[in-house]
């Protein structure tokens, strides 16, 4: 019995189809049939009633996959059973924002790695919205994402890490000219309108009363200030102190006063992430708080080194 099997066992039901279970195991459709036809060779029974569009669990195939849970939960804990406090060992499936893989993550995950070498990280890249279904369906341990906007999925707790603040980044030499001028007058580079963030963003566009332009919805922040460089247009992103000091851009605050966006670590209610969870978020805080200062300082120089708005 293979126990990457009974995961995607776990994943069909979840996701309603081999097709979509696939992809979130990262395998192809035929290779989620062959596993699942060794599944039900080695059980001697059939797991799935193949008659309908949409494949559905047979009474044999609802007892393997409460059981296989059960398996897989006492499989992930061996490790974790065998760390005493000093070292913690086990897998942590971790997913996170762009910013915090540009910025604090790398840096958490080696203070965590120095700390805790038995540990093993996996960790991927999605919006928030995206990495909270996620974590609700077990796929994830734990993401670094935005505190969850209404609406999110139920059963989810979350832990306060590090603020962002948003700006309005616009091609250089543009500091003379107001926030309101440039997202009026120029064409607006939205990052994908399903993050949490650009809820956020819309609210105080509406409070500004700012009808953007809008010409482009990309989901790569490091695109979008590529695009902005080559003077296609402005965009509003939330990023990090350590990001925006070394950008080049036009950059002023969004929204009066300016937002702020929290990153927390997002779990379910039982926690699957446990103490290795636990310390990365502790590490996270530290590679936070060993980058802020000089970060903060680059960037007050930037910003003292603009030039003024002329008087009307």
Known sequence: ????????????????????????????QSAVSLQVKALEEEFGAPLFDRSRRL?????????????????LALYDDIAGA???ERSLAGRLRVGAVQTALAGVLPDALVALNRAHPRARVSVSVGLSA??????????????LTTEPVRPYPAGLVWTPLYQDRFWLFAPPGQARRSARDLLAELPFIRFDSKAWAGRVIDRELRRMRVEVHEEMVLDSQD?????????????VLAVSDEIFAGLSLTCLPFGEPQLIRNIVMLERQDRRGGRLAVALAEAVKGAKQAAA???RKRAKATRKARPRRSSP
Do not use: Y
């Open 223 to 235: 695109i979008i200030l590529r695009m902005v460089e080559k003077g296609l247009g402005v965009a």
């Open 293 to 295: 200062s000089p970060a």
């Open 130 to 143: 995206e990495m909270a279904e996620k974590v609700a369906a077990g796929e994830l341990d734990a993401a």
């Open 1 to 28: 019995m293979s126990l990457r099997a009974l995961r995607t066992l776990q994943a069909i039901a979840r996701h309603g189809s081999f097709a979509a279970a696939g992809k979130a195991v990262g395998l192809t």
């Open 82 to 84: 065998l760390g005493d």
């Open 55 to 71: 494949p559905v669990l047979t009474e044999a195939g609802r007892i393997v996959l409460a059981r296989s849970a059960e398996v």
